[in-house]
């Protein structure tokens, strides 16, 4: 099928008639549409609380354990009488 064949296919299915629709489609998409964003707004707000209750509970344990500081060496024993 070259590129003129192409177009008047084209032109052809351009120019018919559309086909008639259910008369309930606005109606059931406005519905999905509004259970979509509900279903949307409810995850973020879901993962927003899971973000803060991680920032809470990384904020308690580094407040309790204190991972910046070091450790006291056991390596080597401690030097008397220098």
Do not use: K
């Amino acid at each position: 099928m070259n590129r003129v064949e192409r177009e008047a296919a084209a032109r052809r299915i351009m120019e018919r008639t559309p086909p008639p629709l259910p008369p309930d489609l606005y109606g059931e998409a406005l519905r999905r549409g509004g259970r979509l964003l509900r279903r949307r707004r409810r995850v973020r707000r879901l993962l927003w609380l899971l973000l803060c209750a991680a920032a809470v509970a990384f904020t308690v344990w580094a407040a309790t354990v204190h991972p910046w500081a070091q450790p006291p060496s056991t390596t080597t024993p401690p030097v008397d009488g220098w």
